[in-house]
């Protein structure tokens, strides 16, 4: 009997394992929270760390090359083909570490704030002329931020007359380097600016083609790192880039800051810049 009282004495009630559920919910409440924001910080921290990275690889290209920037799609390569002697066997750079879901893993998914271009050749995603089987990747480029060919190469395409100037074409053309974005989070490879650009209707869509045919700023217009993209600069830094903001960069040679904007519904809480 004494047994049986002493092991009924050291157990636990109901109500005190109540107690205890409730107080471990409190808390998983309180640092889930908390544990999330902390992996979400240190996933943005990685991704400037790999778009430094590029900065040094753009750097080297430029060296080789006269002060060129890449040629891009017209020259038969895209960035991660043209610079790809350059950071062989890290195909991972390409990926911003909020963005890893690759597009062929969800059929009929298209790009969105959190999911990855590629990778070619898998899951019916062909291989474009500018890329090689099993290329993947989360960050864009600024499609101006190129050498364009004014005559491609066959099996691609012509620069028309009236769109050559708008080209940076080499680093050493760039006055206002800090001004100039290269390359950052993006739906797509890239993607080719205008000023009159609409933004995007809802989050993590595009708005449409421009007058050049390209998904424009809509394709850069996602907040995946808590109000923004990452994205470099021609000068080598890195940063955060608020939503609005992407309006007032200086994309190609002939932006205009001056032009109106209607902001969708979706954007208005973010700040003005």
């Known amino acids: 009997?004494?047994?049986?009282?002493?092991?009924?004495?050291?157990?636990?009630?109901?109500?005190?394992?109540?107690v205890?559920?409730?107080?471990?919910?409190?808390?998983?409440?309180?640092?889930?929270?908390?544990?999330?924001?902390?992996?979400?910080?240190?996933?943005g921290v990685i991704c400037l760390s790999n778009l430094k990275q590029w900065g040094i690889l753009y750097t080297l290209y430029a060296q080789d090359n006269g002060s060129?920037?890449?040629?891009?799609?017209?020259?038969?390569?895209?960035?991660m083909t043209d610079l790809l002697s350059y950071y062989q066997n890290t195909d991972d750079l390409r990926l911003c570490p909020r963005a890893t879901r690759f597009l062929d893993t969800v059929p009929g998914q298209v790009p969105g704030e959190l999911t990855a271009w590629g990778r070619y050749g898998y899951g019916g995603i062909p291989v474009p002329y500018w890329g090689e089987h099993g290329?993947?990747?989360?960050?864009?480029?600024?499609?101006?931020?190129?050498?364009?060919?004014?005559?491609g190469v066959p099996g691609t395409?012509?620069?028309?007359?009236?769109?050559?100037?708008?080209?940076?074409?080499?680093?050493?053309?760039?006055r206002v380097p800090s001004a100039v974005p290269l390359m950052g989070g993006g739906m797509w490879e890239g993607a080719n600016a205008l000023d009159t650009d609409s933004p995007p209707p809802s989050r993590g869509v595009e708005a449409g083609k421009n007058a050049y045919n390209s998904?424009?700023?809509?394709?850069?217009?996602?907040?995946?790192h808590n109000g923004g993209?990452?994205?470099?600069?021609?000068?080598?830094?890195?940063?955060?880039?608020?939503?609005?903001?992407?309006?007032?960069?200086?994309?190609?040679?002939?932006?205009n800051n001056n032009q109106s904007r209607q902001w969708p519904e979706w954007m208005k809480r973010y700040p003005d810049f």
């Open 157 to 174: 395409y012509n620069i028309a007359p009236a769109w050559r100037d708008y080209y940076w074409r080499k680093i050493s053309r760039i």
């Open 68 to 79: 060129s920037l890449p040629i891009g799609w017209n020259g038969g390569k895209m960035w």
């Open 135 to 151: 290329q993947y990747g989360s960050y864009s480029v600024n499609g101006w931020a190129h050498n364009p060919l004014d005559v």
């Open 20 to 43: 205890v559920i409730a107080i471990i919910s409190v808390l998983l409440s309180v640092l889930v929270p908390s544990l999330r924001r902390a992996r979400e910080q240190s996933q």
């Open 215 to 224: 998904g424009g700023l809509s394709t850069y217009c996602l907040d995946r």
């Open 229 to 255: 993209p990452n994205w470099l600069f021609v000068d080598g830094q890195s940063r955060k880039v608020g939503l609005k903001e992407l309006w007032r960069l200086k994309w190609n040679t002939r932006w």
């Open 1 to 18: 009997m004494k047994d049986r009282m002493r092991q009924k004495g050291r157990a636990f009630t109901l109500i005190e394992l109540l």
